[in-house]
């Protein structure tokens, strides 16, 4: 079992760097907001991967074959993250959003920023197929064994985690250099970041059918290796 942690390390590193709307709005929250808030967006990030894992390892090969057939969730999910994403940009300042400290209510913003953080990860069917590729390429790898299989899939997610909580520390860094309208630039810029990865996901919809066949690809990787 312990032979398989330097692939789940080296995967979850990977996985942490990967640049998705998620890992510009984990760095805006927290040098923005701070710490407690990074940290609660990034739980629900966590909690919406757990769901992914757990309905890809149930569903596999036959999910592939659906998501290749239905395009229409990559239009769907990137629509809402674009609308998501103008919604924010054309958002005026408010002097709680400027002043995070301003907001009272600090227990409820936790929360929602929980729900932020798993509804932004679970609307992006990116993420989905991720978890399903992880699982189809690495199953055979550990013998198709269900202990070593979600192993290798925890200390992912705990490799994933960790350096997270690194980066959301250095860039809460940056919150004593953010005045009222460099923080009302970081989110036009994250609003515009959030549009360009709608229209990515949406672009994918409308791909032609073979270039989107999930299940081919991924047989094709195991091919190669």
């Given amino acids: 079992m312990f032979q398989d942690f330097p692939a789940a390390f080296t995967s979850g590193l990977v996985l942490a760097f990967m640049i998705g709307p998620v890992f510009f709005v984990l760095l805006e929250t927290a040098a923005t907001k701070g710490f407690r808030a990074a940290l609660s967006f990034n739980f629900g990030v966590l909690i919406a991967d757990v769901f992914f894992i757990a309905f890809a390892y149930a569903s596999s090969y036959q999910l592939l074959e659906n998501l290749s057939n239905a395009p229409g969730l990559y239009v769907f999910g990137g629509a809402i993250l ?10 005026k300042p408010t002097r709680a959003t400027l002043d995070p400290s301003r ?48 192993t290798f899939l925890g200390f992912m997610l705990a490799t994933y985690f960790i350096i997270d909580l690194g980066k959301i520390l250095l860039a809460k860094q940056l919150k004593r250099y953010l005045t009222s309208r460099r923080i009302f630039l970081v989110k036009k810029l994250l609003g515009l970041i959030l549009i360009i ?8 919809g409308f791909l032609p059918s073979d ?14 290796k």
Avoid: H, S
């Avoid at 674009?82 to 958002?91: D, Q, T």
């Avoid at 990865?197 to 994918?204: A, D, N, S, Y």
């Fill in 197 to 204: 990865c709608g229209l990515v996901l949406v672009t994918k």
């Fill in 103 to 150: 907001n009272k209510n600090i227990k409820n913003g936790y929360l929602q920023l929980f729900v932020k953080g798993f509804l932004l990860n679970f609307i992006n069917i990116g993420v989905l197929v991720i978890w399903l590729g992880v699982i189809i390429v690495v199953g055979p790898t550990v013998d198709n064994d269900p202990t070593r299989l979600f």
């Fill in 82 to 91: 674009a609308v998501y994403g103008i919604m924010m940009y054309l958002k």
């Fill in 211 to 224: 270039k989107l066949n999930i299940k081919d690809g991924l047989e094709r990787l195991r091919e190669d």
